[in-house]
């Protein structure tokens, strides 16, 4: 029985659960409601639990789940026949570090804040399941990135929560003798003192830096509280010490990479500290940048200029004065390395191409995207023509075992196919399809649908109950009016994302009385549910909710248009999963890849978007729907009315059409075919495992 209660806390301590849908289940079975209300943390999970509790369980079937579960796990873990194994065995033996801002790997660890963090998440876990050996780097936030409410007007407030270490999958690092690993890094005329903390994830590890430790100055002690937190000043320490602490913690632990990746400009400091070793070695200062190109590759996610990291100069000086006193660099030099006109030392210093130069690839994470960064830093290279710019591309996935964790992962499973053998090949997922009758397809939908609908209810229950007259519904009767008002009947719209303006959340009410008419069309009615966190200092994204949430009061959007507080990776499951279409109206082209859409093909969801980021590669015409052909203006409102129009027309003339137009027995076959065309084109192509391949194979590997 013991070895049972130890198996099932050693479940605990590696996410590896939150991909495997029977180990997931062991916890919630436990107890629904304590995994409901701890935020699905099987570790603070436990705490509640005593062991008696768990030995009386245990002897039971539940046993026999846990030993099956830690079986399975155990045997993942020592997988020597793996797909590196064949196609990358020296990244088997050496590690890739990859170096991220923030990592989205489940909703219970709050270490990211969107897009980029989930996209990091995935790609670890991806790497994990390929045999990989594969570490990632990030800051331990203790406050995360912030938990949304509204006030009475819709206006999101924002709360941080504190992380409690202990109640989290993750160990303190420590040397032979169980002493602290410190971790020393410059800042300003100042040394700062981080500590690290290692999260297990499947077989890659997570190294998480955390300067809240009584060695700091108490400003110093602050720099890991938020994701994205405070000002100018603030960014540049927290990329100091992700980007040159954690190169330094890497060396500490006697791990020698053989790539360092750095996800988007923010760690793109670590090619200095790598600069600083190979100088120390006595190596001239060409020769040292040689070596540092040689093992890094660089990940550019920012479509538009404004979007990328600088710093000023006066800022660099202060911050690095010291820094570079010790590696022996001149300032000139280092603002060099960061400048975009390679005559000018006095401008700004920018992240980006400080990465750019120091790497030996570099790429945007989808074709469009890879275009748009091509002509945006042409001028760093002069000699070059546009198709020669050193920047390609690799689009983004989406972890797709993750991403059905539950109910859809047994779906498939009932079919006879794994997730991952679903999309490991358009024939794969082709054979399948073959097998699977409209019927069944339409009632998982139905199903789906059916658990997000009771889940809405659930959550806005909880809204209210937690917070009361603050919470959006500001009374008890608007908040039952709009609970209970959702149909599995009705055509479902989904949209959730970072409320960034460009993404337009609100464009589908710029005709209010057009929409009226979609919404309560008397035959064939929709309904839709938002989310979405706008950045706390973005009074624009956060005047977005407040419109959508004053227009889902209006009495024919009551209890029809919804908005659920604070997104995250567990809200995201349940609403790609649950609605019939997702949409996403970006102004093209500054949806880098954008990664939300692909999550919901594998539930049989259908994309309707703006044929920006990943969208235009994968859309054919019969997988899903365009708003507009990518017409350009140059004026935001014509650019506005003109796609809301083609939204419009789209849903009005060819979606809600489709969806309902039903055969004798009610089921719509025109939409099914499109389900079926969505899944086979897509879910092979956009999942995190092909993605992560084709990383390994056109830049970890070395050619
Ligand atoms: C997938 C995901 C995102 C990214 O969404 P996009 O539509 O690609 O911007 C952001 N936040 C969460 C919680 C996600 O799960």
Redesign the pocket.
């Known amino acids: 029985m013991r070895k049972k209660i130890t198996a099932l806390k050693e479940l605990t301590r590696n996410l590896w659960w939150s991909w495997d849908t029977e180990a997931k289940q062991i916890f919630e079975e436990l107890s629904p409601l304590l995994w409901q209300r701890n935020n699905h943390n099987p570790v603070q999970l436990l705490e509640h639990i005593s062991d008696d509790e768990l030995i009386s369980r245990c002897r039971c079937e539940y046993g026999d789940k846990i030993d099956r579960v830690y079986k399975r796990f155990t045997a993942y873990l020592n997988n020597k026949d793996t797909w590196a194994a064949q196609h990358a065995p020296e990244l088997v033996k050496n590690t890739i570090a990859y170096f991220s801002a923030e990592f989205?790997i489940h909703e219970s660890v709050r270490i990211y804040s969107?897009?980029l963090g989930?996209l990091a998440g995935d790609h670890l876990k991806s790497a994990s399941d390929l045999g990989l050996n594969f570490t990632g780097i990030t800051l331990f936030y203790k406050e995360g990135y912030f938990r949304q409410y509204l006030n009475h007007d819709g206006w999101q407030m924002e709360e941080y929560p504190l992380q409690n270490p202990q109640s989290l999958p993750i160990e303190k690092v420590t040397d032979a003798e169980g002493k602290d690993i410190i971790v020393t890094v410059n800042i300003a005329q100042s040394e700062v003192y981080a500590q690290a903390w290692l999260l297990k994830v499947g077989r890659a590890k997570l190294y998480l830096l955390d300067t809240n430790i009584a060695a700091n100055e108490p400003h110093y002690r602050d720099i890991c509280c938020r994701v994205y937190g405070g000002d100018q000043n603030m960014r540049i320490n927290q990329e100091i010490l992700l980007g040159i602490g954690g190169t330094k913690l890497l060396d500490q632990l006697g791990i020698q990479p053989a790539v360092y990746h750095m996800n988007e400009g923010h760690s793109a400091f670590l090619t200095l500290e790598l600069l600083s070793m190979e100088l120390a070695k006595g190596l001239s200062q060409k020769e040292a940048m040689e070596n540092v190109r040689d093992r890094c590759v660089f990940t550019t996610h920012t479509p538009v200029p404004a979007g990328h990291d600088r710093f000023s100069r006066e800022m660099m000086h202060y911050t690095f004065d010291k820094y570079l006193s010790t590696i022996g660099m001149g300032f000139d030099e280092l603002m060099l390395l960061g400048s975009e006109d390679r005559n000018n030392v006095y401008g700004l210093f920018t992240m980006t191409v400080l990465a750019l130069n120091l790497s030996r690839s570099a790429n945007g994470v989808s074709k469009l995207h890879g275009e748009v960064s091509r002509t945006m830093w042409q001028h760093l290279y002069p000699e070059k023509k546009l198709s020669e710019v050193p920047i390609g591309h690799i689009t983004n996935g989406?972890h797709a075992s993750s991403w059905t964790c539950g109910y859809t992962g047994r779906f498939w499973q009932r079919q006879g196919i794994t997730v991952d053998d679903l999309c490991f090949s358009r024939e794969a997922a082709e054979a399948v399809l073959a097998r699977i009758t409209d019927h069944d397809l339409w009632s998982l939908r139905y199903s789906l649908k059916r658990r997000l609908i009771d889940y809405i209810d659930r959550y806005l229950g909880n809204q209210l109950f937690h917070q009361h007259i603050n919470s959006y519904y500001s009374d008890y009767n608007t908040l039952v009016a709009a609970k209970n008002t959702f149909s599995p009947d009705v055509l479902t719209i989904g949209f959730a994302?970072?409320f960034a303006t460009y993404?337009r959340a609100p464009l589908i009410f710029k005709d209010l009385g057009r929409l009226d008419r979609i919404i309560n069309n008397p035959v064939m009615p929709m309904q839709i549910v938002f989310a979405g966190k706008a950045h706390p200092h973005d009074d624009a994204g956060k005047d977005y909710i407040r419109q959508i949430v004053h227009h889902s009061r209006r009495p024919e959007f009551s209890g029809k248009i919804i908005f659920l507080e604070n997104?995250?990776?567990g809200v995201?499951k349940r609403m790609v999963s649950g609605v019939d279409v997702w949409l996403?109206t970006p102004v093209r082209p500054m949806?880098a890849?954008?990664?939300?859409?692909e999550?919901t093909v594998l539930h049989g969801g259908l994309n309707f978007s703006v044929l920006d980021g990943w969208w235009p590669e994968a859309y054919n015409g019969d997988n899903g729907f365009s708003i507009s052909n990518g017409e350009a203006f140059e004026n935001h409102e014509e650019q506005d009315s003109f796609d809301a129009e083609q939204m419009y027309t789209t849903l009005e003339t060819q979606l809600i059409p489709a969806y309902y137009e039903r055969n004798e027995l009610n089921i719509p076959v025109r939409w099914i075919n499109k389900i079926r065309n969505a899944i086979t084109t897509i879910a092979p192509e956009y999942n995190t495992h092909r993605m992560v391949k084709e990383y390994t194979t056109k830049y970890y590997l070395k050619h």
């Open positions: 989205g969107g897009g989930v989406v994302r970072r993404k997104y995250n990776l995201a996403n949806e890849s954008g990664t939300s859409g999550k």
